[in-house]
């Protein structure tokens, strides 16, 4: 779930758990503004128009055939626009950049649960296989960064967490888009400029001998 971003993982783990108690969990944390109501099966099926109250509950291989049955023609930019702007003005499933800071830094300080948790939850973000050119692309080698993208249509996102060198501290950082009109890879490059804009800044700047986060 957490290093290859395999959905079906993280629907195992949310079943468990349950999206209310999830939510409520980043309630009783004073995060407002992470909100969980949909498995990723359900939210993807969503962003594609399909049945999902029939197709939801399908186990990924008979997922998989229903939908190989009921193919639909190849649809164009525009129908992929439309699908980003529902999701876009969808409330549910959403989350700020300001939240994931917050959580983030809870992580970091053992408050979200126990330390030995948060540690171990920080050394699989580490461990994160995606989005390589997105916080990480553009800061220099060697870098550790602790984090986890997110990708859908126009949603293309990375948080996580940046160790400076040096003993300079560390920079939690969040950058999140939605309804955007160009590839993949540009966005991720505009996300890698922003995380190396904020690696400078905090890291010759702001001082050592500060910890900020960066939103």
Excluded at 42 to 62: P, S, V, W
Excluded at 85 to 100: H, K, L
Excluded at 138 to 149: F, I, Q, R
Aim: with cysteine.
């Amino acid at each position: 779930m957490m290093m290859i971003s395999d959905n079906s993982a993280a629907d195992i783990c949310l079943a468990k758990a349950g999206a209310a108690r999830v939510t409520a969990r980043m309630r009783s944390l004073g995060i407002e503004g992470i909100r969980v109501d949909r498995s990723c099966q359900e939210l993807i099926l969503d962003f594609q128009g399909q049945d999902t109250a029939r197709l939801k509950d399908l186990a990924r291989d008979d997922l998989r055939e229903a939908l190989r049955r009921e193919a639909r023609p190849q649809q164009g930019l525009e129908a992929r626009f439309a699908a980003d702007d529902r999701v876009a003005a969808d409330p549910r499933d959403n989350a700020t950049p300001n939240a994931m800071v917050m959580l983030l830094e809870k992580i970091w300080r053992g408050e979200a649960v126990d330390r030995t948790a948060s540690d171990a939850m920080l050394e699989l973000l580490k461990r994160c296989r995606t989005g390589a050119g997105r916080i990480p692309g553009l800061l220099p080698g060697g870098t550790v960064v602790a984090h986890k993208t997110g990708t859908l249509g126009g949603v293309v996102d990375d948080v996580g967490i940046v160790y400076l060198p040096d003993g300079a501290g560390h920079v939690a950082i969040a950058v999140m888009s939605k309804r955007t009109r160009v590839s993949t890879e540009e966005v991720e490059r505009t996300i890698a400029h922003i995380a190396r804009y904020a690696y400078d800044y905090f890291l010759f700047t702001a001082g050592a001998a500060t910890k900020p986060s960066a939103e």
